[in-house]
């Protein structure tokens, strides 16, 4: 069965700091990742994808993805964290032809100023 | 990218009462949707996939009288909760895939309901 971890619970970043969010996957088949950013009593909004291609994925928001499939591995980054960055942040794996996404447990971001 | 509406963005009602959430697709079409309830912190746990012109597809545990799916048109899906108590309160979140098998899904802003 496809699934995604995410192994912390929360991620606590200083401002300006790198911030890096990890998430390993387990599908059979060829994975289809995504990361979605909440904020709260939101819904979730798209940050970036891997289908196929380059390894690292850059998307919304000055957020970048590494892929790497030796690793079964997916984790988020962003170079210089800001305050508003500040959110819960779920990793989801789709395998092709089939629309459904398993999510992660989530991550809480909190960035310090 | 698209939009995805949910109406109403919160409600409070007494148990026993019915609940009528809305999910529309505004600037396309989607045969298909999802309806998620996600506790506070937590994951989203899908309940069920709708299906326009057929019945939703509901994950093992969601009680299909419980919640009512229909999927009335191409842009429209309802999510019912029938008979709520206070145990149905939670963040309940509905999606559309984008057109084609790359796409990401889109999210609508959710719902809060609250059995009183």
């Known amino acids: ?113 | 990218g698209a939009v995805v509406s949910q109406h109403p963005s919160w409600v409070i009602c007494k148990s026993g009462t019915s609940v009528k959430i809305e999910c529309r697709s505004l600037d396309f079409q989607a045969t298909t949707m999802f309806w998620y309830r996600q506790f506070p912190k937590q994951s989203l746990m899908l309940m069920a996939t709708s299906n326009e012109g057929s019945k939703a597809t509901y994950e093992q545990g969601v009680e299909k009288d419980k919640f009512l799916i229909n999927h009335a048109s191409l842009t429209l899906s309802t999510l019912t909760v029938t008979s709520a108590h206070p145990e149905d309160s939670s963040f309940y979140i509905c999606s559309a895939p984008g057109q084609g098998a790359w796409n990401e899904q889109f999210f609508g802003p959710g719902t809060r309901l609250t059995v009183l």
């Open chain 1, 1 to 113: 069965a496809q699934s995604v971890a995410q192994p912390e619970d929360q991620v606590n970043v200083a401002e300006g700091n790198p911030l890096t969010v990890k998430c390993t996957y387990s599908v059979s088949g060829n994975p289809y990742l995504f990361w979605y950013v909440q904020y709260p009593n939101r819904g979730l909004q798209f940050l970036l994808k891997y289908i196929t291609g380059d390894n690292l994925v850059k998307g919304s928001y000055g957020f970048e993805a590494e892929f790497n499939k030796s690793q079964t591995s997916f984790h988020l980054k962003k170079p210089s964290a800001l305050v508003s960055d500040s959110a819960l942040y779920f990793c989801a794996v789709r395998l092709y032809g089939n629309n459904r996404l398993a999510f992660g447990k989530g991550n809480q971001v909190v960035v310090i100023p």
